[in-house]
T-cell receptor, first 114, second 114 residues
Framework: GQQVMQIPQYQHVQEGEDFTTYCNSS?????IQWYKQRPGGHPVFLIQLVKSGEVKKQKRLTFQFGEAKKNSSLHITATQTTDVGTYFCAVAKSGSSNTGKLIFGQGTTLQVKP | NAGVTQTPKFRILKIGQSMTLQCTQDMNHNYMYWYRQDPGMGLKLIYYSVGAGITDKGEVPNGYNVSRSTTEDFPLRLELAAPSQTSVYFCASSYLGRQNSPLHFGNGTRLTVT
């Protein structure tokens, strides 16, 4: 079945340092979504990547979709304490873009020391 | 707009009791989902629905039942509660066109089974 691995599981950084989380799939993906969950909150949609090699930016956040559409990354430049939370990728298997059956990675929890 | 509304926010059940977690959305979304999130873990898909009258199993459906009689409502039923069902439950909805669209999550229901 569809499997998605997300690494690292935890990351502690000093405020101002960069942070990257990776999402790897065993199968080709039709698209990938990224979510952020603040402590005690619910996941909130950040972005969706669809095209091979796609790169999207949101202020200090850079999202990449691999050329083979099997992996993705989220990079945060110069972290701030407001970046604290857990970042999830969510995927649908290639050829199933319309099923809605989104599978979430285990998440990467980011802690930022001020 | 209220978005996705879940009730109750918290519940404690004894082993063997049953309950229904309520979820309603006012965005006219066709897709609805139930996820569970165990402490420090990612989200596991329990059931999902692509429209009124249609439901399908996710990754971890055992011990749960769902129904989708209307577009707005997607209740999750636990018939014989077990300690393994202690978790935070999130309902979500999306509008699915040609590609997966973002999931909108409710605030969650924190369930403890003792």
């Amino acid at each position: 079945g569809q499997q998605v691995m997300q690494i690292p599981q935890y990351q502690h950084v000093q405020e101002g340092e960069d942070f990257t989380t990776y999402c790897n799939s065993s199968t080709t993906l039709s698209n990938i979504q990224w979510y952020k969950q603040r402590p005690g909150g619910h996941p909130v949609f950040l972005i969706q990547l669809v095209k091979s090699g796609e790169v999207k930016k949101q202020k200090r956040l850079t999202f990449q979709f691999g050329e083979a559409k099997k992996n993705s990354s989220l990079h945060i430049t110069a972290t701030q304490t407001t970046d604290v939370g857990t970042y999830f990728c969510a995927v649908a298997k290639s050829g199933s873009s319309n099923t809605g059956k989104l599978i979430f990675g285990q998440g990467t929890t980011l802690q930022v020391k001020p | 707009n209220a978005g996705v509304t879940q009730t109750p926010k918290f519940r404690i059940l004894k082993i063997g009791q049953s309950m229904t977690l309520q979820c309603t959305q006012d965005m006219n979304h066709n897709y609805m989902y139930w996820y569970r999130q165990d402490p420090g873990m990612g989200l596991k898909l329990i059931y999902y629905s692509v429209g009124a009258g249609i439901t399908d199993k996710g990754e971890v459906p055992n011990g749960y039942n769902v129904s989708r009689s209307t577009t707005e409502d997607f209740p999750l039923r636990l018939e014989l509660a077990a300690p393994s069902q202690t978790s935070v439950y999130f309902c979500a909805s999306s509008y699915l066109g040609r590609q997966n669209s973002p999931l909108h999550f409710g605030n969650g229901t924190r369930l403890t089974v003792t």
